[in-house]
């Protein structure tokens, strides 16, 4: 099968003072539809920076990012724009949603800002309200919510735009073992659901084994994938 998501290669250098660090040491990560992918490694070990790059927010220095069959790096300006909309979602650990605004209004207005028409945006807002657990709470703001319930906000946000590679950042930094848990099995069911290629950062190591594979990144390389143990 071909990977949804493709790094070729790729390495990222930061200027750092009169050298440079070498924050990607030429990666390759392959992720198909429907695979929850996990990536583990001691901080600053180049974790972020792989998800900055597969988002196609930063580009590597050299090496390619295929994102549905098409190459990223020969993109630029508004080409690079509409992949980035179109076909990825990025959940970081801090939700970052609008405090003024409803749980449904998030994800309308995540739509908006990808220029999609407004009316049915309500109805799948809803949709994936109820698919995170949500559909109870669609009319809460904010402060009215958990940290977790955020975080659904936040999945189901990312969600809106369809996306085939759903990038995740530390998505359950800030929560206590048993909402964390719960949001990496949301994860995992909407991986499943809507076939993305889902690549997750987590320091959690005990919840690894409700992923498909599992590499470890070190100085900027990434370590030969290995299945979870059950
Ligand atoms: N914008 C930047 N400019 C310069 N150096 C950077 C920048 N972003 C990251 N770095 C450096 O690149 C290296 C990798 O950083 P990165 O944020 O990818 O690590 P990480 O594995 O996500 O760490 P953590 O687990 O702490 O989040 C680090 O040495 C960091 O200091
Ligand atoms: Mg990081």
């Known amino acids: 099968m071909n990977p949804v998501l493709n790094l070729v290669k ?34 600053g070990s180049g974790k972020s920076s792989l998800l900055a790059v597969a988002a196609t927010l930063v580009r590597p220095g050299s090496g390619l990012v295929v994102i549905d069959g098409v190459d990223a790096t020969g993109l630029k300006g508004a080409g690079l724009t509409s992949l980035r909309r179109e076909k990825v979602g990025i959940i970081f650990q801090q939700p970052n949603l609008l405090p003024s605004l409803t749980a449904v209004e998030q994800l309308i207005l995540a739509d908006h800002l990808r220029g999609k028409p407004a009316a049915k945006a309500r109805k799948r807002a809803t949709e994936l309200l109820d698919v995170v657990g949500l559909g109870p709470s669609l009319n809460k703001r904010p402060h009215q919510l ?16 369809r996306p085939r590679v759903l990038l995740v950042d530390e998505p359950t930094a800030a929560l206590d073992h048993e909402r964390s848990e719960s949001i990496v099995r949301l994860l995992r069911r909407v991986t499943e659901e809507f076939s993305t290629a889902t690549v997750m950062v987590t320091h959690d190591t005990e919840f690894l084994p409700l992923t498909d594979s599992v590499a470890t990144m070190r ?7 290995c299945s979870p143990q059950p």
Do not use: K
């Open 10 to 43: 790729v390495s990222l250098e930061y200027p750092d003072g009169d050298s440079t660090l070498r924050a990607l040491d030429a990666v390759d990560l392959r992720v198909e539809a429907g695979e929850f992918f996990s990536l583990v490694g001691p901080s």
């Open 146 to 161: 958990s940290g977790g319930q955020r975080q659904r906000v936040n999945i189901a946000r990312a969600l809106m735009g």
């Open 219 to 225: 100085d900027g390389r990434l370590d030969v994938a």
